[in-house]
């Protein structure tokens, strides 16, 4: 068992913050092979592509880097009290100006604000407050919009409006441009951040939202090359679910050969979940993705109708909703099987694409109960994740050379 490895994880969403978590648990719990990793040598490299909720706010008002899952990763790793770590999370509720902020978004901004714009330092000081084991690195110091390019070369550009687009093209590629300045200029990546690459005995991708929290790192040039140049194992974890206008019907090897297309690297491993959701969660989300199809096609027709009630209406406006509404209309009867909704491995399938990629299948499956708030009323619902400890128990065995 190779012991101390030096780890680096990148991604982004609650699929890096549910690794890293995972992680800090397993190993602090002294689990079999917890002592794989160095912890005090784990670098997260964090994707600064978010432009919803609290962190777009404070984007559009103080201009600084997203905060939001820089945030969620302090948290998973904090060794601070539980009260501190609870502070950190916390969102307020209201309709004013904080409503929908959380106070570890706040305190981030206000550190990179006191230390003139330096969100590095800003980084490093919030993670003294919490005890952090391990760093914490933005992949980019610029302000950058992720954008998507579609099978029909049309793009769609913000991080929160790709899942949410009314156009369902399949995504091609994704890239970043700059949020400010000149857009021809090349997005940059953290020095940082390729150093801890560079760097690395072991590197993870993933699990996290392939097109908008693993992709905005691979997307910048000098992480994929870092990325080739790194003779670290390198390993991939897919999602447990697909995510509806990202990875609608995707299989294992169509997640796997969207990273080599956007960082052409040698991919040692794939961490695959095996286990299978219960059927009453599957329908769950069946349900709320044709809800969703629904108001989109509704949306649609309401354009139209507030264009047929003005004086200014053109044929050609009402052509292209129709044309529209008809692709949704189509596209909706895909959502309605329920083997498009949990990714798992089929040899068939994915076996032939993923030759010479050793693939590691394990029930790696929780249910958990989160909160979610929806034009101000607050949902609870049951959803489908990676069970950190047990995600966290397949990777050191990986690294410790035990699968």
Known sequence: ??????????????????????????????????????????????????????????????????????????????????????????????????????????????????????????????????????????????????????????????????????????????????????????????????????????????????????????????????????NALKIYVCNVMAEPGETDGYSVSDHVQAVLDHAPINLDYVVVNSGIASEELIRQYVREELVEQFNRIKSQAQEAIDALDSSECRLEELTEIATKIAELSRSTSDLIDPSRVQVLYREEVDGPRLEGIKVIQEDLITEMEITESHGGEVVRKKVIRHDPIKLAGVLIRIIGGAA
Do not use: W
């Open 1 to 230: 068992m190779i012991k101390g490895q030096k780890l680096v994880c990148i991604g982004g969403g609650t699929g890096l913050s549910t690794l890293l978590r995972g992680i800090k648990g397993y190993i602090n719990a002294e689990m079999p092979g917890h002592e794989v990793i160095d912890l005090d040598n784990l670098a997260a490299v964090v994707s600064v592509a978010d432009d919803g909720g609290s962190s777009g706010k404070l984007i559009d008002e103080f201009g600084i880097l997203p905060p939001g899952d820089i945030r969620n990763c302090m948290v998973a790793l904090a060794s601070e009290s539980e009260l501190m770590t609870q502070l950190f999370s916390f969102r307020f509720e209201s309709e004013g100006s904080l409503g929908g902020h959380s106070l570890g978004n706040i305190l981030i901004t206000a550190l990179t604000q006191m230390n003139g714009g330096n969100f590095p330092k800003a980084i490093e000081l919030a993670s003294r407050v919490l005890s952090i084991r391990g760093r914490i690195l933005p992949v980019s110091l610029d302000n950058t919009i992720l954008c998507a390019e579609l099978m029909d070369g049309s793009v769609v550009e913000g991080e929160s409006s790709i899942p949410d687009r009314i156009n369902r093209e399949p995504i091609r590629r994704v890239f970043l441009k700059r949020r400010n300045g000149d857009e021809n200029m090349p997005c940059k990546a953290y020095r940082e951040a390729v150093n801890a690459i560079l760097e690395a005995d072991a590197i993870v991708m993933g699990p996290g939202s392939l097109y908008t929290s693993v992709m905005p790192n691979l997307a910048l040039p000098e992480i994929a090359s870092a990325l080739r140049r790194s």
